[in-house]
């Protein structure tokens, strides 16, 4: 038992000193990087599908994809003509930080004002490692239900900002709303939310311009 605690120590030990490394890379580059973590199906490609066609011709953009296996996300992400790196952790629910350095390899970090990492699926692992990331960005899609905040609170605590997918679904779902905001309110009182729904174009324009906001900032 003692051992397992211990070897758990030495992994985060280990991932956090190669974070501050990116941290450091990516403060000299003047690079943002976003590390967007939800549940599977939660909507995250197609989020950054959206995102991406939306801020082409301002910033020049990357994206490191995280999944267990298959490259079907980066091949969806391909006709966006940005350099995208997939990653496949072969059974391991989170990406860390020696695998996003060594991804870093593929690109040209002068080339670059903002990196997405699409995290693998999952609400648990992912939102305990720091990968030297801007901010981590949470995903929850209204099928996913009210009470995910209280039942996996530290990656609504983690989280710089929280997006509520797939509004267009409400209708169709018993979802309550207004429990939702009390549920992340006790969470993480300060957590700015929007409600989006990239299947039909409802609330991207105050995502967009919080993200051109960051990204601006840091570029200066
Ligand atoms: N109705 C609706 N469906 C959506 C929306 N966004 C995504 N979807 C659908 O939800 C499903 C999953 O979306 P993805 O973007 O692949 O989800 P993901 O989080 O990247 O999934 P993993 O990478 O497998 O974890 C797809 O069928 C999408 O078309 C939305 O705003 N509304
Ligand atoms: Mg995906």
């Known amino acids: 038992m003692k051992m397992e605690i211990k070897i758990m120590k030495n992994i985060l030990a280990a991932n956090q000193n190669k974070a501050e490394e990116i941290k450091k890379l990516l403060s000299q580059k003047k690079i943002l990087m976003i590390n967007l973590i939800g549940a599977p199906g939660a909507g995250k490609t197609t989020l950054l599908e959206q995102t991406i066609l939306r801020l082409k011709d301002r910033f020049r953009m990357a994206v490191i994809e995280g999944d267990i296996a298959t490259d079907i996300d ?10 995208i790196v997939q990653i496949n952790t072969d059974g391991a629910c989170h990406l860390e930080s020696t695998t996003i350095l060594k991804a870093f390899d593929e690109f040209n970090l002068a080339d670059l004002d903002l990196v ?5 699926g999952n ?16 995903i929850s899609s209204v099928t996913e239900g009210e009470d995910k905040p209280l039942k996996y609170p530290l ?5 710089k900002a929280l997006l509520l997918s797939k509004t267009d679904l409400m209708p ?12 992340v309110k006790n969470i993480n009182a300060e957590l700015p939310v929007f409600e989006i729904s990239c299947k039909k174009n409802i609330g991207m324009e105050l ?11 840091i570029k200066k």
């Open 74 to 83: 980066a091949r969806r992400l391909q006709p966006l003509g940005i350099p």
């Open 116 to 120: 997405f990492v699409e995290n693998v």
């Open 123 to 138: 609400l648990v692992c992912p939102a305990e490692f720091d990968i030297g990331e801007y901010a981590k960005i949470a």
């Open 155 to 159: 990656l609504f605590r983690e989280a």
């Open 172 to 183: 169709y779902t018993d979802f309550d709303k207004t429990g939702f905001y009390k549920n």
């Open 207 to 217: 995502w967009i311009n919080w993200l051109t906001q960051i990204t601006a900032r």
